[in-house]
């Protein structure tokens, strides 16, 4: 695992911020999370308590700047045990400890108000500090910082997926659902902007002539990602599979239907995951996956399985940032007449040249103005 700390907190973002939309959409539930994975967060309520016990070390010291991840509880480490959160519904969570027990966890009130953010006060992954109250119950005391994220943006916040993982296998299909591009992109920037390193995998290569993906994979394999091509329903590809995720920390994310818990079974079938009977991408709003959970393999590892999403929008998108994951713009940013050109509506642009001269993918550039622009991803099937 990697052991690096972001540090957030002092970027300074200064054009192309989005999401400045009002406050007050936080409180509502939006469409896309009642069709989502957060389903579960609505239905949650707090089952365990555990006053009582904790009052003795009340005093909430907190040290570190303003971002989240540096605000860290001092809390009494004597009686607490160092667990990672398997699953989150809500409020709730399953955490295993390190000696391998399982408790049903709340958290702390503390912990929700430092973190500002509720629905991201735990997520799958993340190491914590829990107070057993009895054999199966838990309180999260502390969570500690987080390296490796994935997140989106989601009712106009920013919702991690998942935290503390090396590598996110971003999954498509080569058909049903058709293959977007377009997401691929957004998800590699997800993934370096949450410094967790991208792979690309195309399942269900048996639909489609094999020749027909070579385009993508070419396109992927040029810009230095990894690409995997398999069937999860043949059984191809699985060697080079399980080589990239045994002892790696890897999330599964892509669309629903495109086959990720298929695949985890397929790497260890004595998980057993719930996956569709049918090919049920057609039907929009359907996940068999309801949320991220992390299973860690016998191989040595861990995967974390996720719901599939209908749309990626990408939090806090700062245009010199997202330019920046589009590698191969780099010779020619140099080229661009001014400075701090956008390679958007600047006359004079290296990139625009660039795309223009097949030196830079169309689609590639496509999805950068699309990222840029706020445009969500919403699959038309
Ligand atoms: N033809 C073909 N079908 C596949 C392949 N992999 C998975 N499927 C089928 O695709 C459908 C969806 O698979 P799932 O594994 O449930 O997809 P998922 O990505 O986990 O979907 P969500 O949990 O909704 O996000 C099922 O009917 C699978 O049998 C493949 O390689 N080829
Ligand atoms: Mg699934
Ligand atoms: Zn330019």
């Known amino acids: 695992m990697g052991k690096k700390k972001k540090n957030k907190a002092n970027k300074v973002r200064v054009q192309f911020r989005k999401n400045r939309g009002s406050r007050?959409?936080?409180?509502?539930?939006?469409?896309?999370?009642?069709?989502?994975?957060?389903?579960?967060?609505?239905?949650?309520?707090?089952?365990?308590?555990?006053?009582?016990?904790l009052s003795r070390y009340r005093t909430v010291k907190s040290v570190g700047g303003e971002d989240e991840n540096d605000l860290q509880r001092v809390v009494d480490e004597s009686v607490c045990?160092?667990?990672?959160?398997?699953?989150?519904?809500?409020?709730?969570?399953?955490?295993r400890t390190e000696?391998?027990?399982?408790?049903?966890?709340?958290?702390?009130?503390?912990?929700?108000?430092?973190?500002?953010?509720n629905r991201n006060a735990v997520v799958t992954g993340d190491h914590v500090l829990i107070q057993p109250i009895n054999e199966e119950q838990a309180v999260v005391e502390r969570v500690e910082p987080r390296y490796g994220t994935l997140s989106r943006q989601s009712g106009g916040r920013e919702h991690l997926i998942v935290a503390n993982v090396d590598q996110a296998l971003i999954v498509v299909s080569a058909d049903e659902p058709p293959l977007k591009p377009n997401l691929i992109d957004r998800f590699l920037v997800s993934a370096g902007k949450g410094d967790v390193t991208p792979i690309v995998c195309i399942n269900k290569a048996d639909l489609v002539d094999p020749s027909d993906l070579q385009p993508i994979v070419g396109l992927y394999a040029q810009l230095g990602y990894r690409v995997l091509q398999c069937s999860g329903a043949k059984g191809w590809g699985l060697d080079v599979l399980r080589r990239i995720l045994k002892d790696k920390q890897t999330v599964l994310a892509g669309q629903s239907g495109v086959g990720k818990s298929t695949l985890i079974n397929r790497v260890q079938p004595?998980?057993?995951?719930?996956?569709?009977?049918?090919?049920?991408?057609?039907?929009?709003?359907?996940?068999?996956t309801r949320r991220a959970?992390?299973?860690?393999?016998?191989?040595?590892?861990?995967?974390?399985?996720?719901?599939?999403?209908?749309?990626?929008?990408?939090?806090?998108?700062?245009?010199e940032e997202v330019e920046g994951f589009f590698v191969e713009f780099r010779p020619f940013v140099p080229l661009c007449q001014f400075p701090d050109c956008s390679h958007t509506h600047e006359e004079k642009c290296g990139v625009k040249q660039a795309v223009i001269a097949e030196l830079v993918s169309h689609q590639r550039y496509d999805s950068y103005l699309k990222i840029l622009s706020d445009e969500q991803f919403d699959p038309e099937w």
């Open 24 to 53: 007050s959409r936080q409180n509502r539930i939006s469409e896309e999370q009642l069709a989502s994975e957060n389903i579960e967060d609505l239905a949650s309520e707090e089952r365990v308590s555990g006053k009582g016990a």
């Open 81 to 95: 045990e160092p667990a990672r959160i398997l699953s989150t519904a809500g409020l709730n969570s399953l955490a």
């Open 99 to 117: 000696s391998g027990r399982d408790y049903e966890c709340t958290v702390r009130q503390v912990v929700r108000t430092v973190s500002r953010e």
């Open 270 to 288: 004595d998980l057993n995951l719930e996956t569709s009977h049918i090919s049920e991408w057609s039907s929009k709003g359907r996940h068999t």
């Open 293 to 319: 959970v992390m299973y860690p393999l016998a191989m040595g590892g861990a995967v974390v399985d996720t719901p599939g999403i209908r749309q990626m929008a990408l939090w806090d998108v700062v245009q």
